[in-house]
T-cell receptor
Framework: AAGVIQSPRHLIKEKRETATLKCYPIPRHDTVYWYQQGPGQDPQFLISFYEKMQSDKGSIPDRFSAQQFSDYHSELNMSSLELGDSALYFC????????????FGPGTRLLVL | RKEVEQDPGPFNVPEGATVAFNCTYSNSASQSFFWYRQDCRKEPKLLMSVYSSGNEDGRFTAQLNRASQYISLLIRDSKLSDSATYLCVVNRGVTGGGNKLTFGTGTQLKVEL
């Protein structure tokens, strides 16, 4: 079965640069979530979209923005990168937003030097 | 205090042992409950949803006590391949404050020969 696709899988950036992470949800899933997992930490919710509209917002820095497109894929844009942004970024998708199971992609590992 | 608390472990058990993980959550508005499994540097994968009536999937049994805000996971006949971090996860749902997953810090399990 098709899973959540994330690209790139690995990314190395320097401080103050920008990065764009992409997420392609499972086909027919209409809700996308972004999570950040720092080293030795549990995943922290950043932001979510349902039917191309932002549905919830967590601990996402103002330097980050995201959107969901008409084909339901989502992009997380990160600017003015800081060393502390180095983490695993997971995208998850679900069908609906009523507590349905969220399925995670393999993640993008971002390293900021 | 974290919204979802778990004993971080590690739990080192011999193959074939039975092991139990516990989890408590502080937000009574939580509506959905899950156990996810995460292997090192990989994405969280759904192990099972947790229901008040309790549910079983092969060697895994999960229980939810809403009154005590307590969730458990029992693994019987442990296999080497069960070695991973087990994440207790709650979702408040759209009406409870947002359809985002809140993770516990995870309990690390190591099954040994």
């Amino acid at each position: 079965a098709a899973g959540v696709i994330q690209s790139p899988r690995h990314l190395i950036k320097e401080k103050r640069e920008t990065a764009t992470l992409k997420c392609y949800p499972i086909p027919r899933h209409d809700t996308v979530y972004w999570y950040q997992q720092g080293p030795g930490q549990d995943p922290q919710f950043l932001i979510s979209f349902y039917e191309k509209m932002q549905s919830d917002k967590g601990s996402i820095p103002d330097r980050f923005s995201a959107q969901q497109f008409s084909d339901y894929h989502s992009e997380l844009n990160m600017s003015s990168l800081e060393l502390g942004d180095s983490a695993l970024y997971f995208c998850a998708s679900s069908l609906g937003q009523g507590g349905e199971t969220q399925y995670f992609g393999p993640g993008t590992r971002l390293l900021v030097l | 205090r974290k919204e979802v608390e778990q004993d971080p472990g590690p739990f080192n058990v011999p193959e074939g042992a039975t092991v139990a993980f516990n989890c408590t959550y502080s937000n009574s508005a939580s509506q959905s409950f899950f156990w996810y499994r995460q292997d090192c540097r990989k994405e969280p994968k759904l192990l099972m949803s947790v229901y008040s009536s309790g549910n079983e999937d092969g060697r895994f049994t999960a229980q939810l006590n809403r009154a005590s805000q307590y969730i458990s996971l029992l693994i019987r006949d442990s296999k080497l391949s069960d070695s991973a971090t087990y994440l207790c996860v709650v979702n408040r749902g759209v009406t409870g404050g947002g359809n985002k997953l809140t993770f516990g810090t995870g309990t690390q399990l190591k099954v040994e020969l």
